[in-house]
Every structure is written in C-alpha cells, then in structure tokens.
C-alpha cells in the first residue's frame, strides 16, 4: 500500500485458490461501477489480471462476497465460481466471519477498549441521503441495533494532530457502521469527509483499512491479512507517540476470544437440542400412555354396557 493513486495494472493479490481471489483493496478505487466513464474498478483490475477466470454468466463478471466502501482500502474476497460464493455467502449470512479494520481516528480515545452500540439509520435529511445516522438524531429512518469493538492500540499525532490508532471489529454489518460510530464516539476517521461535514479534506486519503478477513469455510478456513498500511514508512505524517499494545497480540487474543465464544455458543445449542429432543421424547411416551389408558376406558366401558344390557 502507498500513498500513490491506483492503476489497472496495480492489483495486489494476498490470496488465490481455485475457488477464491482475496485482494488488497486501494484506497481511491471502487468495487465495481455501471457509469461508462468510470473505468478503474477492482472488476476492472481483475478483468485485467485474470481474463479467463470471469464468469460472462455475471454483471461484473466476478462474484464479490462482501463491499468495502470506495475510500476503504484492505482484504476483499472474490468467489470464483457459484458454490464457492454460496459458501461464502452463509458465512456472511450467520455472522460467522471475523473482520478486524485499523483506522486513525481524531483525538486521543479515552479507556483502552469500548464496545459501542449506537443504532445506526438511513438519513433522509435533504442533502445527506447519501449518509448513514445514529438514531435519535434528526431525519434517522429505521435505525437498525449494530456493534462494534474498539480497542486502542497507539496514541501520536498525523500532521501535528492528536489522533489514535485503533483496531475495529465490526459485530454487525450496517453500512458505514464503522465511520458512523467512530464519528457518534466524537473521533472521527482522520480524512473521512463525509462524516466531518466535509471539513476533514487535507489527508490524502481516509484512514480505514481492511487489516483481516476470517471466514470460516468448510473444510478450510479462509484467513488472510491485509498487512498495515498507517505506519510512518508509508506515511511520514503519521507520528506514533504512545503504544499499548502490538497489533498481532491484539488481533491474536480477539481471535481466540472469538472462538472461546463460538464454543460455548454451539455446546449451549448442542445441549439445548438435546433437552428439546428429551422433551420431545417424553411428550411422545406420555401421548402413548395416555392414549393406552384410554383404550383400556373404553374396553371396560364396553364390557359394562355389554353386562348392563345382559340385565
């Protein structure tokens, strides 16, 4: 990753299987685009890289498992072929998949961790319906709940203001979920535009990058890394003054976290299937019972009748 704008030829492949392509996304490029004038996306790139491997059965002619915002740089997965993307798909689907995003953000953040969960809307004021909004806030339309982790990880300045580097886990998926709630947080991605009321338009570019995707794949996990793009070589103006924590124990120990959770969620849906599945057995053998004991009351209901007419 550099600070120079992309190109067709400049596509970074970080992994390549017969069924998935995972590129590091730049950060001044779309996914793909239906405007003819607009001819530098990744479809493009990849059109470019690997013309055999486009499927013409597409719109794009790649199927793309999941969006990153233009200004959004980082590891994007593409399936190859129809079930690999239906694989993927439920992955996305039942919230199984890890994704860990870096980001500078304006001013020094409080407390090492936040778990913050604004619910997030459509803006219908006019003017900002190309934005997303917290709800409560004026023109939020339909504001859906979201999450996301937040951890510090360095303090220091870019271009001679504070900001602080942070590792972001997003819970939900919501659009711009990460730059909405950075923003209601009252820090701001460094260079985000759209949520700075168009104030933040020095940077050259925005500070979100796509570090990790996780998606966990039968029989093998897919797991690859976007590297880090906000570290002084790349970037001069980002100054780091104050670190607390390495960027790969971090995402070590939120991994295993995360999986620590994924066990003992399916063990509790393991032993809540097995008590349905007793009680169930039991509401059988109780029908059964109950259903004998009734024909026993009706055989001897017929013997009476029986006696009783004899008399």
Known sequence: MSTEPTSLESLRVLYHSDDYIVVDKHWDIRIDSKMWYEKNTV??????????L???????????????DFSTSGALCVALNKAAAGRAYRCFKDRTVTKFYLALIRGAVEGETHTVDFSIGKNSTEGKTHMMCVEGTEGCENPKPCQTELTVLEYGLYDGDPVTKVLLQPLTGRTHQLRVHCSALGHPIVGDFTYSS?????????????????????????????????VPAVDP??????????????VEALIH????????????????????EED???????????????EEQRRQCQQWLSEWAGD
């Not at 013409?56 to 969006?67: A, D, L, V």
């Not at 169930?280 to 009734?294: A, F, V, W």
């Open 43 to 52: 479809q493009a790139q990849l059109r470019h890289r690997f013309p055999q």
């Open 54 to 68: 486009a499927d013409p059965r597409t719109y794009y002619g790649f199927r793309f498992c999941h969006q990153l």
């Open 198 to 230: 168009g104030t933040d338009n020095a940077p050259y570019r925005m500070m979100l990058h796509a570090h990790l995707l996780h998606i966990p794949l039968e029989p093998q996990p897919l797991r690859v890394t976007a590297g880090d793009p906000f």
């Open 237 to 250: 103006k980002w100054l780091p003054q104050r670190s607390l924590r390495t960027l790969e124990a971090t």
């Open 257 to 276: 976290r995360r999986e620590e959770e994924d066990r003992k969620f399916k063990k509790e849906e393991q032993e809540r299937a097995r008590k349905e």
């Open 280 to 294: 169930e057995r039991r509401k059988r053998s109780k029908g059964q019972s109950t259903e004998e004991e009734s």
